[in-house]
C-alpha cells in the first residue's frame, strides 16, 4: 500500500471539503494505507477546540478529528506559520505535531501520492 | 503508464472539466491508461443528465461519456454524490426520491474506489474545485 499524505488547506466550515477528505483519509487506513495528514493554510482552522458545527448544520470537523486514532490514522501535521499567522491556540487531542516549511517539503517528498493538494 | 485522476471541481465553478477531458484525452492519445476517472467533492455535479447546455457552449458531458464508451471508469463518489442530489435509480428508490439523474456511462461508487485506484495507478492526478 501507498504512503498517502491528505492535505487540507480549506477553512472548516466553508465547504465539506475537510469532512469530504477526512473520510477518505480513514478509508485510506482502513485499506492499510500509510495515512498523513497535513493541515496548512486556512485548513489550520480545523484544529480549534470546542467547535460546534450543528450551529450551521454541518457535522462538527473536531468530533470527526478525535476520531482518527480509531482508524489508525495518528500522523497529524500542522503548518506552523499557519498556525502562528492566526494567532490559534489549538486542540491538544489528537496529538499534531508543527513543522516548518522545511520539514513540509520533506514530508511531501517521502509521499507515494498526495491528495486534497488544491481542495 | 497507468493513471487515475479525480476531478473535484463543478461545471461553471471550475475548468475541471476542460483540463480534466483535455488531460485524459492527451493520455489515451500517447497510449498510456487509465485505472478510473474519480469525481468527488462538487465534481459530482458533472455526472448530472439533466443539464442543458446553452447553444454555442461545449458539451462536456458528451465528452466525459465518450471517455465513457471507450471503457474509461467514470467513478461518482456516492458519500459526496448522492447528499448533493447526485443519484441513479437505485438510490431514488432507497431515498424514496422523485427522479434519478446519474448520466449514462457513470456509476455511482465508494470512497474505497478512489483508493484502491490511487493504489494501483502509477500516477494520480486531482483537477481542483
Redesign the interface.
Known sequence: ??K?LFIISHPPYA???NT?LL??AM??A??D?DVSLLFRGDGVWSLLPDQHGEKVGYKTFSKMLSALPTYEVDQLFACAGSVADRNLSMATDPAIEMLSLEQQATLIAAQD?V????? | MKYTL?I?GAPYASQAAQHGIAFAEALLRQKHTIERIFF???GVYQALSTRVIPQGEEELLEKWQGLGSQGIELAV?I??GI?RGVINEAERLRYEKNASNLAEHFTLV???Q???A??DADR?V?F??
Request: charged share 15%; aromatic share 8%.
Open positions: 500500500m501507498k498517502m465547504n465539506t471539503h469530504e473520510e477518505a478509508v485510506g482502513v485499506f494505507g501520492v491528495i486534497g493538494a488544491q481542495g | 479525480a473535484h468527488f467533492h462538487e463518489c458519500a459526496s447528499k465508494g470512497l474505497g478512489l483508493i484502491s490511487i493504489n494520480y486531482e481542483p474545485s
